[in-house]
């Protein structure tokens, strides 16, 4: 599900962050929105709200006695008709105000007359945040139902570095799409594998393989919007973790063995999307080897153990999805796969457009038969994926 048509009453508050919120704006209109602005007197000291009513194409509120409506009633008619509140920046004062239930202005009014949901981006100075008060009215507005989008870690405006620093704009699109996600995964623990293995040749040699991990983290991702509790298994790549996933990092077919099997008890779901090396080196050697006058090193192999059919043969397997690459023939090896495994659902790519790429065009394949996803980019692909295998899973209750 995208936030097209989503209607998004931004809240700013007085912060340097405001500047940021400029681009969130046009973020949000780029992504589909309908975003109407409320500015706090204080975030007016930063930023203009001529610049925000030139980017949104509409009138910015900034004042609770506002003429323009009728009755003195705008803190309940701006309120009325959004699907979502989202204040950034956010600053200590409004995070202490909305905890206590506070109105002293148009946006704590909105806020605490609203009927959808709220978003929070704080951004703060790292004492401000880590003051206890802070804190306290962060436990408050979460036990209230308040969703974050951060606060992230790093430089500051006032020159210190530490938690406080509002997410980047992108981000904070990122998390309001995922808070638009349906919630087919509630309560349901999963667990996902991505990216590459390394088998080791030698201390500083290894064999690996192209995969990214972008499909195997954009599952992940899905899984954890959909309202699952989601561990990732992860091969060597250069990729952040997606927010609240707990990850654990592998490098060998091995470890990624080891890791499945420490955290699959208990799992309900399990997703194979890593490209796990089918065999490692039998013969590695503890020193570098050296070139022998032109002799090739003769390197002998060992089937790795394949973890996803492991998993699937075990009592009380959860339910299976795995992946299939390849690079021809793709619909005859995944259902093969699939059948061979023993698993109820296999998600089949072409392994030469797939690997690497932001996009992909994944096929399904269940005892339904074939169900192609079109294509498009790894983060919705993900998206369907999971709102098929949730659609299973609620069937077969
Ligand atoms: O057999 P093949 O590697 O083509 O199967 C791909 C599927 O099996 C993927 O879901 C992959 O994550 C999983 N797999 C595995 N362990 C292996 C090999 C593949 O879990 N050793």
């Known amino acids: 599900m995208t936030v097209k048509g989503k209607r998004i009453l931004l809240g700013l508050t007085g912060g340097i962050a405001a500047y940021k919120a400029a681009e969130l704006a046009r973020?949000?209109?780029?992504?589909?929105?309908?975003v109407r602005v409320a500015m706090t007197e204080a975030a007016t000291r930063f930023i203009t709200p001529v610049t925000l009513q030139a980017l949104t194409g509409q009138a910015v509120w900034?004042?609770?006695?506002?003429?323009r409506v009728a009755d003195n009633m705008s803190h309940i008619e701006l309120s009325r008709d959004r699907d979502l509140i989202l204040v950034a920046p956010a600053s200590a004062d409004f995070m202490a105000k909305a905890a206590q239930g506070l109105a002293d202005?148009?946006?704590?009014?909105?806020?605490l007359a609203r009927r959808c949901p709220l978003m929070v981006a704080p951004a703060m100075n790292v004492e401000m945040w880590d003051n206890p008060a802070t804190q306290r009215n962060l436990r408050t507005l979460r036990a209230d139902g308040v969703v974050f989008a951060g606060p992230a870690a790093g430089d500051q405006a006032c020159g210190e570095t530490g938690m406080g620093r509002m997410l980047e704009p992108a981000a904070i699109v990122a998390e309001v799409e995922a808070l638009f996600q349906p919630k087919s995964l509630a309560g349901k623990r999963v667990l996902v594998t991505a990216g590459p293995t390394?088998?080791?040749?030698?201390?500083v040699r290894v064999i690996t393989n192209t995969s990214s991990g972008k499909m195997g983290y954009a599952v992940a991702r899905a899984a954890r919007e959909a309202g699952a509790?989601?561990?990732?298994v992860s091969g060597p790549v250069a990729l952040e973790a997606p927010a609240g996933v707990a990850r654990v990092s592998v490098r060998s077919a091995q470890q990624m063995f080891d890791a499945v099997k420490a955290a699959v008890k208990g799992s309900d779901i399990f997703i194979s999307v890593a490209a796990v090396a089918d065999w490692k080196v039998k013969n590695s050697s503890r020193q570098k080897i050296k070139k022998a006058n032109g002799r090739a090193p003769a390197l002998q192999f060992e089937e790795n153990p394949d973890i996803l059919a492991w998993v699937a043969a075990?009592?009380?397997?959860?339910?299976?999805?795995?992946f299939a690459?390849?690079?021809?023939?793709v619909e005859a090896h995944a259902r093969a796969k699939r059948l061979k495994k023993g698993v109820p659902l296999i998600a089949?790519?072409?392994?030469?457009?797939a690997m690497g790429a932001d996009d992909n065009a994944l096929t399904l394949y269940d005892d339904r038969g074939r169900h192609p996803l079109g294509r498009g980019p790894k983060l919705d692909q993900a998206r369907k994926l999971v709102a098929h295998f949730a659609a299973m899973l609620n069937k077969a209750r």
């Open 198 to 203: 390394e088998e080791r040749i030698d201390p």
């Open 229 to 232: 509790e989601v561990t990732l």
């Open 105 to 111: 202005d148009l946006l704590t009014t909105l806020v």
């Open 325 to 329: 690459a390849e690079s021809e023939k």
């Open 348 to 353: 089949a790519n072409l392994a030469q457009t």
């Open 314 to 322: 075990q009592k009380d397997a959860p339910f299976c999805v795995g």
């Open 27 to 34: 973020a949000l209109g780029r992504a589909g929105c309908d």
């Open 62 to 67: 900034t004042d609770l006695w506002d003429p």
